[in-house]
Structures are given as C-alpha cells and as structure tokens.
C-alpha cells in the first residue's frame, strides 16, 4: 500500500469570489491519526469535501492512497469511513434499515457489528430515521462510518450532538480502530480533541495551512489562562516568567499563561490561595498568541 493514505498539493477551491481554500498541501502517513483544527469557517469542511471528490476544486490536486482522488472517487470512497458534521438521512426507513441498506453498497461490510455497536451507542435500531434526534443521528453515521471495516477515517467535527459519556465512547472506537492500522484524518475546533488522538495537526486560518505541527509542539505553545483568589491580596505578585496580561482586583488575579506547565504549577504552590483555575483558552485565543509569536 502507498506510504501516504492522504495527500494534498495547492488544493484550492474559490466560490465565485469567495475563498474556500487556497494552495493546501498536506501528506498524512499510512496508519497516522492526524488533526486539522482551526476556528470554524477556516476552510476545514471545504478541504475535506474537495478532497472526497465532493466538489471539484478550482486547482491543485489531492491523492488518497496513491490514487487521483478526482479520478477515481468510486474506488477510493469503498476504503473511507466519512463522518460529515451534519448528518441528514432520508425519511421513510428506520435505523437498522438504513445502516443495512448503507451496508449493502460496500463489499466487506459487516452487518453483524450493527446489533453490538448500536447497543455501545445506545441506539434504538427500530426507531424511524425522522424521529431521532440530532445526536442519535450522529450515532448511525458513526456505526456506518465503520461497517465496512475502512483503512481511511475523515472526520469532520464528528462529537456535535453528543453527550460526554457518547463523546468518550466515540474516541475508545476510534482508538480502537487505530489500533488495527486505520489512518484517521480528524478535523475539529476542539483543541482537546485533536490533543487526545492525533500525533500530529495542521492549523488553518482563512483557507491556508499556517504550521503544521508535532501535539507536544503545539502544546508547548498552547496559552493557559490563569485563575486565582488569594486568602490576602499579595503586595508584590512577582508573576512566573511568560505570564502576561495579568489583572488584579482586590483578591482576585488572572493572567495569560504560555510555555512549560511545571515553572507555573512551582509557582502557584508557593501561593497562599483559596481557589485555583487553570483553564483551556478558546481555539481563537491560541491563533492569536500563536501568531502574535
């Protein structure tokens, strides 16, 4: 099999005037789980469109498996498990019928796995397709993203809808499914997300590749900001290194925090504090910093 499951060279998509993507050029590894993250309206949707074969692009070129993803999208799409971000089924089936009907479409689908992952999922199989929710919608495309056991998973902002616990079993199957060698292409703008699968992800801002990037990379750059209620407002803060923006009223202190987490966590413990919170910034907040640095 091709070394890369995933390619891209100056894929650009216009709409009209209107910028989906410009100039993307991506390579993701065989068996790689790999995050795309960027704020939403980022192009992230219209990558993943153009390089299913979708939507043709304006130029560039996109290969999956070594093979012209434009040229032979048929082919190509029998080895990719696709998670969109909306789900939308037609009416008139209900759930186990359509996953079986989905099924039936893909050589070396396993019909067998819909009765065990829908009970993982709890998902109530005899229900009509117009009645469920949004979340248990999602629940079908993601048993029908692996029914015929795929060597590629795209994913696209594929938690919307469901509760944490749902959330936590979804990423236990992707594990899983890593595992057994499936390359995974997940796009989010959850940073946590790509954190806890991926080894490595691309940002994309306004259509173009900023940095692709190693997790720990990333990580080390992540801002963290900083929540303090002191039991007495110290007369001289002395704040850690990389600690920035910081504002004190009364007994209360917050700052903006980037770069290794062990200096902030010494310095926290030399505190006298009532209350600490240490929280993960907005996507945005990050672009920000990051590209102010």
């Known amino acids: ?12 998509k216009f709409y009209g005037k209107s910028r989906g993507i410009e100039n993307v050029s991506l390579s993701i590894e065989n068996g790689e789980a790999f995050g795309f993250i960027g704020p939403n309206g980022a192009g992230k949707s219209t990558f993943i ?12 070129e996109a290969k999956i498996f070594g093979q012209n993803a434009f040229e032979n999208g ?14 939308n089924y037609y009416s008139g089936m209900n759930a186990e019928e359509l996953l079986k009907y989905s099924a039936s479409f893909y050589k070396n689908a396993d019909v067998s796995r819909i009765r065990s992952l829908a009970e993982r999922f709890e998902l109530d199989l005899s229900k009509e397709i117009e009645d469920l929710s949004f979340g248990n919608k999602k629940k079908v ?8 056991e795929p060597q ?3 994913l696209d902002e594929p938690t919307g809808g469901l509760d944490p616990l749902m959330q936590n079993r979804f990423f236990e199957l992707l594990e ?7 390359t995974i292409f997940f796009s989010s703008h959850i940073l ?7 080894q490595r992800a691309a940002i994309i801002k306004e259509g173009k590749i900023v940095k692709v990037e190693d997790i720990p990379e990333l990580m080390k750059k992540q801002m963290k900001n900083c929540r ?3 039991k007495n407002p110290p007369g001289d803060l002395n704040l850690p290194e990389n600690a920035q923006n910081e504002k004190l009223v009364d007994e209360k202190l917050t700052f903006e925090y980037v770069g290794p987490v062990t200096p902030l966590m010494k310095w926290i413990a030399q505190q006298d504090l009532l209350d600490v919170a240490i929280e993960e910034p907005t996507l945005e907040n990050i672009f920000m910093n990051y590209y102010e640095r």
């Open 192 to 198: 946590s997300e790509i954190q806890r699968l991926c």
């Open 152 to 154: 590629l998973m795209i």
């Open 141 to 148: 495309a993601i048993i029908q993203s692996v029914l015929h």
């Open 74 to 87: 048929d082919k190509i799409r029998e080895q990719i498990g696709y998670l969109p971000s909306e789900v």
């Open 176 to 182: 899983e499914q890593h595992k057994k060698g499936v």
């Open 1 to 12: 099999m091709n070394k890369l499951a995933l390619e891209s060279k100056d894929l650009t």
């Open 228 to 230: 303090l209620i002191f």
């Open 49 to 60: 469109r153009t390089v299913l074969g979708l939507i043709l692009p304006t130029s560039g």
